[in-house]
């Protein structure tokens, strides 16, 4: 237990990037010519920019130096071996391919794996991951337990699986799934991370029915450091670890390495399957590039080495995991609804909640994130019926949760950024009667919030 309440960030700022002060008249106008949706917004018209923290951070004094040593050779580059060796350090996997971010490991795992008639569970699947699914005419299947599904439940790993309901799926459409993913943490359903107990177990599921257990492991720092905080027997290992174990219990991983790889860009997909791997970097080799380096500069695979060992040192996890609870507890102690416990990248403020007036399909998250963009000219981002609610079919129901991710990018804002933030939630809260829904007047056919416009009610 630390003496002092304090949260000290364990880094100095060594360089600053201004930030445009607007007005409530100009973000109305900016939310007008955006069609209401924040991702259609300039940046320069954003004060806080709590959209997502994929690619947002700052990268260190090191990282940026390691960007000096990048080697631009088309293959075999030197920086690939140092980026090779920084993932294995950690996920000692027989083989690792570089892809531009997760995304594209995503679309290459399941344009071999997926397909027609295809079944592929998960705890949750984020946006990406289910259109990956999705787009190769497979099904994408949530199963996390049921706490997940519950903003208010104090569990403290609500990503866990549902071993019950995994057994069913898998005995029920044998020859069907190709694959069960787990994703750490499980970022739809409010950052949430998944316990060693239940990834050990989801482990022996798959060895019963002769099934490759594969990690959506972007947030893994963050869950690890929640298993060594929260989980009996765990408080003594250190972060990496308890990483290590969690990827001997898996065959493979995607990875996006604007999260917990503390860099701008990048990602890889590994596995132990040669085979498997075999038919990825074909298709790598068609959309990505050369198998070293995958769509990457060397200096940004120098870049992801060095946010590798950097992750996983204590004194950042302590000051990121608490630091996202400062934000957490200070809108629970305003009354704003939230799910609990708090994630590592972003507090979720539960949208359904807090306008109750607003029904589900006139996208109550939508409305949230538009009130706290035109009052405080802060960017966040709907979690709910708008980003979820919408099936390959075309038809459209209500989310599990309706929610507003207030995701924080790495070592960027202080504290006198997080209590303007926490000043601007519990003020529009206090008049959320006053929120009206919107509706959408344009949208693609997936992953439509990235795109859709909406006009208010």
């Known amino acids: 237990m630390h003496r002092w309440r304090t949260i000290v960030e364990p880094f100095r700022i060594h360089s600053v990037e201004p930030i445009r002060m607007t007005t409530v008249e100009e973000r109305e106008a900016a939310l007008e010519a955006a069609g209401y949706n924040l991702f259609n917004l300039h940046a320069d018209d954003v004060m806080i920019d709590l959209l997502t923290d994929s690619g947002t951070g700052a990268m260190s004094r090191d990282q940026w130096a390691a960007v000096q040593h990048g080697d631009e050779s088309y293959a ?3 920086s690939w071996y140092v980026f090779l060796d920084a993932v294995r350090e950690l996920f000692p996997f027989e083989h690792v391919i570089p892809t531009h971010q997760g995304r594209a490991a995503e679309k290459i795992l399941f344009s071999v794996l997926g397909g027609p008639g295809k079944i592929v569970p998960n705890n949750t699947h984020f946006d990406t991951t289910r259109a990956n699914v999705e787009f190769s005419g497979a099904e994408a299947v ?6 997940g599904r ?20 898998l005995g029920e459409h044998r020859g069907a799934v190709p694959v069960v993913f787990m994703t750490i943490t499980n970022n739809s359903g409010g950052g949430q991370p998944v316990s060693l107990e239940n990834l ?6 798959c060895d019963a029915h002769r099934m490759p257990l594969f990690l959506d492991a972007c947030r893994f720092a963050e869950n690890a450091w929640f298993i060594k905080a929260r989980e009996a027997g765990q ?25 917990d790889g503390l860099a701008n860009i990048g990602g890889w997909l590994a596995m132990n399957d040669g085979a498997l791997a075999e038919q990825c970097r074909n298709i790598l080799i068609l959309t990505e590039g050369f198998v070293t380096y995958g769509g990457l500069a060397g200096r940004d695979l120098e870049a992801i080495a060095q946010g590798l060992r950097e992750v996983v040192s204590e004194d950042y996890l302590r000051y990121r995991i608490r630091s996202t609870a400062y934000l957490g507890e200070a809108l629970d102690a305003a009354g704003v609804p939230l799910v609990k416990p708090f994630g590592g990248h972003a507090i979720y403020l539960d949208a359904r909640a807090l306008l109750p007036h607003v ?11 538009i009130a706290l963009y035109r009052e ?28 507003v991710r207030l995701a924080i990018p790495r070592r960027t804002y202080t504290q006198s950024h997080i209590d303007y933030v926490i000043e601007v939630v519990a003020w529009v809260a206090e008049r959320a009667a006053q929120l009206r829904g919107v509706r959408i007047v344009e ?7 990235f795109t859709a416009r909406f006009a208010p009610l």
């Open 443 to 449: 949208q693609s056919p997936v992953l439509r919030h």
């Open 376 to 403: 405080g000219g802060i960017r966040g981002c709907e979690i709910g019926t708008v980003m979820f609610g919408r099936h390959p079919d075309g038809t459209e129901t209500p989310a599990a949760m309706d929610l």
């Open 150 to 169: 519950d903003p208010s439940s104090t569990h403290p790993f609500k990503g866990n699986m549902d071993l019950q309901a995994l057994e069913r799926l």
């Open 359 to 369: 029904a589900p399909l006139e996208y109550p998250g939508q409305s949230l994130s």
């Open 76 to 78: 075999g580059s030197p």
């Open 142 to 147: 949530d199963l996390v337990i049921p706490e």
């Open 235 to 259: 408080g003594d290992r250190s972060v990496p670890e308890i990483v290590r174990e969690i990827a001997s219990l898996a065959d493979g991983m995607t990875m996006s390495a604007k999260k």
């Open 200 to 205: 050990r177990a989801v482990r022996a599921v």
